[in-house]
């Protein structure tokens, strides 16, 4: 079965200071990793996603996630926050053998910017 | 390109009542797939259809059942409502439903029953 898991609930940091959000994942198989935003009352805006080759992956908002296979991680990074990346993050996984979309989420982990 | 679309985006609705949530998927896209968010379970897999065959079914009782239209459009149904359906309910489209294919989300819709 596959899992993920977001051990944080919260995340503070101050404008203009890095951030990271962690992940780790369980899954048979090749892992596909996703990394979404949800902002209130709102749906799931996509990142960035891990599919093969080169470990460090760029998405959007400046955000980026290193894929580290030994450690079965996925973190999300930033290297300066903003006050408006205040928001829930979600990671989430398929495995490639599944052939077909169906994305198992962590339990969110919401990213407090103070200014 | 417009994204994709949920109606009503609230609903109220009261116990043993049913609902029916419609989703446009982006144009284009012929895979489209619900979720259920709750503080409690987090973001959970109901189904999933492409070419108006339910390909995919998550864990949840025979009350939620969906189909989808030859446009693509979706719509999912949950007949008589409890308490614990109280939730905001996603639609995700992508092309053919494959992975790695990125799934898009639409704004939800939040129901409440009372």
């Known amino acids: 079965a596959q899992s993920v898991a977001q051990p944080e609930d919260q995340v503070n940091v101050a404008e203009g200071n890095p951030l990271t959000v962690k992940c780790t994942y369980s899954v048979s198989g090749n892992p596909y990793l996703f990394w979404y935003v949800q902002y209130p009352n709102r749906g799931l805006q996509f990142l960035l996603k891990y599919i093969t080759g080169d470990n460090l992956v760029k998405g959007s908002y400046g955000f980026e996630a290193e894929f580290n296979k030994s450690q079965t991680s996925f973190h999300l990074k930033k290297p300066s926050a903003l006050v408006s990346d205040s928001a829930l993050y979600f990671c989430a996984v398929t495995a490639d053998f599944t052939g077909f979309q169906k994305l198992v989420f962590g339990t969110g982990t919401r990213l407090l910017v103070s200014p | ?114």
């Open chain 2, 1 to 114: 390109k417009a994204g994709v679309t949920q109606t009503p985006r609230y609903l109220i609705k009261t116990r043993g009542q049913q609902v029916t949530l419609s989703c446009s998927p982006i144009s284009g896209h012929r895979s489209v797939s619900w979720y259920q968010q709750t503080p409690g379970q987090g973001l959970q897999f109901l189904f999933e259809y492409f070419s108006e065959t339910q390909r995919n079914k998550g864990n949840f009782p025979g009350r939620f059942s969906g189909r989808q239209f030859s446009n693509s459009r979706s719509e999912m149904n949950v007949s008589t409502l409890e308490l614990g359906d109280s939730a905001l309910y996603l639609c995700a489209s992508s092309l053919e439903g494959r992975t790695p294919e990125t799934q898009y989300f639409g704004p939800g819709t939040r129901l409440l029953v009372l």
